[in-house]
């Protein structure tokens, strides 16, 4: 199916890029406030399934459709018989406000599906998951750390390894945590959850400075890591999962997001869901997203 782009407003940037990680847009999202629900009914008659996404967010989404939240709305539209049109907006920038919940008098929602968000996350109505990711360390090859296959490996580096390296983190993020829990806060760099540059994308912390040689080691969400790490890399580079710790969430579930206040549309998307899993879990694979067991709670944490 081809999908077509809608207009956004004009305060939304059309600017192309190599994308923009889950984390960075997720940390934008969870800091944004509460959300009110809205008063709209049940699910419309649709003309098409229009999907509301950061233009510059691979390997989610981008406004070239090369994302695989992009190759899932398709997968979603092929099934619904619709076409995919796509609003743009910059995740971090207030998001859910200026897309899903924007309304003008008289006019309707540019989008009505976000098809990337945490589950639990309270602004938008989260489906049951569809997938699970942790986080990761990624790090080139050939830098004495090519033994590494786990987090408690890593840990389990000389002392001395360990206080040389510059490892890349995002502020205020769960990795932070794990790094002071095992005295790693000396050989943090620390990088903004947000940043207001047009073109920016958090990948570019493996893209280009972990790349060049700025920082020895980046810890990252694993759709990202595992992105620029691996499926886009331009040199080999090994990306470890961290494994779970108690009291630092260290893996997030992700469904899909619609408003409040249309219970007909949410289920319909989580029998999608339901119905076609083998084919979004074989999309995730193409993208190396890295997977975890999802825990039985998080499929109540959606409702």
Same mark, same amino acid.
């Given at each position: 199916?081809?999908?077509?782009?809608?207009?956004?407003?004009?305060?939304?940037?059309? =600017?192309?890029?190599?994308?923009?990680?889950?984390?960075?847009?997720?940390?934008?999202?969870?800091?944004?406030?509460?959300?009110?629900?809205?008063?709209?009914?049940?699910?419309?008659?649709?003309?098409?399934?229009?999907?509301?996404?950061?233009?510059?967010?691979?390997?989610?989404?981008?406004?070239?459709?090369?994302?695989?939240?992009?190759?899932?709305?398709?997968?979603?539209?092929? @099934?619904?018989?619709?076409?995919?049109?796509?609003?743009?907006?910059?995740?971090?920038?207030?998001?859910?406000?200026?897309?899903?919940?924007?309304?003008?008098?008289?006019?309707?929602?540019?989008?009505?599906?976000?098809?990337?968000?945490?589950?639990?996350?309270?602004?938008?109505?989260?489906?049951?998951?569809?997938?699970?990711?942790?986080?990761?360390?990624?790090?080139?090859?050939?830098?004495?750390?090519?033994?590494?296959?786990?987090?408690?490996?890593?840990?389990?580096?000389?002392?001395?390894?360990?206080?040389?390296?510059? +490892?890349?983190?995002?502020?205020?993020?769960?990795?932070?945590?794990?790094?002071?829990?095992?005295?790693?806060?000396?050989?943090?760099?620390?990088?903004?959850? +947000?940043?207001?540059?047009?073109?920016?994308?958090?990948?570019?912390?493996?893209?280009?400075?972990?790349?060049?040689?700025?920082?020895?080691?980046?810890?990252?969400?694993?759709?990202?890591? @595992?992105?620029?790490?691996?499926?886009?890399?331009?040199?080999?580079?090994?990306?470890?999962?961290?494994?779970?710790?108690?009291?630092?969430?260290?893996?997030?579930?992700?469904?899909?997001?619609?408003?409040?206040?249309?219970?007909?549309?949410? =289920?319909?998307?989580?029998?999608?869901?339901?119905?076609?899993?083998?084919?979004?879990?074989?999309?995730?694979?193409?993208?190396?997203?890295?997977?975890?067991?999802?825990?039985?709670?998080?499929?109540?944490? @959606?409702?």
């Amino acid at each position: 199916m081809t999908a077509t782009k809608e207009q956004a407003r004009p305060s939304a940037t059309r =600017k192309r890029g190599r994308g923009i990680t889950l984390i960075a847009g997720l940390a934008a999202l969870l800091t944004a406030g509460a959300s009110l629900a809205q008063d709209s009914g049940g699910a419309p008659e649709r003309k098409a399934l229009r999907v509301c996404q950061d233009p510059n967010n691979l390997p989610f989404a981008n406004d070239k459709q090369q994302g695989f939240e992009n190759r899932i709305a398709e997968l979603f539209g092929k @099934s619904l018989k619709l076409p995919v049109t796509y609003y743009n907006y910059p995740q971090r920038f207030v998001f859910i406000r200026n897309t899903l919940r924007y309304k003008l008098p008289g006019q309707d929602y540019p989008c009505d599906i976000i098809m990337g968000l945490p589950v639990g996350f309270d602004q938008a109505s989260v489906t049951k998951p569809y997938f699970r990711s942790p986080y990761v360390l990624v790090f080139p090859a050939g830098k004495g750390m090519d033994d590494v296959r786990t987090s408690d490996d890593f840990l389990a580096l000389p002392r001395e390894k360990l206080a040389s390296l510059k +490892i890349g983190v995002f502020d205020h993020s769960p990795a932070s945590k794990w790094m002071a829990r095992h005295d790693l806060v000396d050989q943090g760099v620390p990088y903004h959850t +947000i940043n207001v540059e047009m073109d920016y994308y958090p990948g570019r912390i493996i893209d280009q400075d972990l790349a060049s040689g700025k920082i020895d080691v980046a810890i990252v969400w694993g759709p990202v890591g @595992s992105y620029y790490g691996q499926t886009a890399a331009r040199q080999p580079m090994h990306v470890v999962p961290i494994r779970p710790e108690p009291g630092i969430p260290l893996e997030f579930s992700v469904g899909m997001g619609v408003r409040y206040g249309e219970p007909e549309w949410k =289920k319909q998307v989580e029998e999608f869901i339901d119905t076609h899993r083998a084919e979004i879990q074989s999309i995730l694979a193409e993208y190396r997203v890295p997977l975890t067991d999802e825990p039985p709670a998080s499929a109540a944490l @959606s409702r």
